[in-house]
């Protein structure tokens, strides 16, 4: 079997491309994968990452939340909602203004907060697992090479919006 140019670059960028795809695709399986995160609730991507926000902030409304998670008032509204009726995350009335409704996480929420901290522990378990001794060039080399991909990718959006 002959070997690839290495000099030929449409046909490695295009290697590269399938190369990102699969790694979307793979990213996409593992992160998008319910899970309960000891709340007895099956729990999408959205829902632990809310209560992720309610758990790292303390006094929250409906407003921070929704600029924090990047989504409309309305939608975060029906988010808390949602995990309120499965008795993650309870509204209550802020001491100092009776108007203004605040956010904190329930026991089991709380529970839900402390088994996604120890996912995001496991995480990094697995980058020292991989990197050894050399985490910290490791860590930097991806941050390197993912800037790249996204400022690649903005170019790319950019020509694309031009063309349209």
């Known amino acids: 079997m002959s070997q690839a140019d290495p000099h030929n670059h449409p046909d490695r960028i295009c290697r590269l491309t399938e190369q990102f795809y699969d790694i979307v695709d793979l990213w996409l399986e593992l992160d998008s994968k319910p899970r309960e995160f000891n709340t007895g609730h099956t729990l999408t991507v959205s829902e632990i ?8 902030v303390p006094k929250l409304n409906i407003n921070e939340l929704a600029a924090h998670m990047k989504v409309t008032k309305g939608a975060t509204s029906q988010m808390v909602s949602k995990l309120a009726k499965k008795d993650l995350v309870e509204k209550y009335k802020a001491e ?5 409704v605040l956010l904190r996480l329930t026991p089991l929420g709380q529970k839900g907060f402390d088994a996604h901290m120890a996912y995001h522990r496991q995480t990094v378990g697995i980058f ?37």
């Not at 100092?96 to 203004?100: F, I, L, T, V």
């Not at 930097?140 to 349209?164: A, G, S, V």
């Open 49 to 56: 990452h809310t209560i992720d926000a309610i758990g790292r």
């Open 96 to 100: 100092d203004n009776a108007k203004e």
């Open 128 to 164: 020292e697992q991989y990197y050894g001794n050399d985490l910290a060039n490791g860590i930097e080399r991806l941050e390197r090479n993912l800037n790249e991909i996204f400022d690649i990718l903005k170019l790319h959006q950019q020509q694309d919006t031009l063309e349209n």
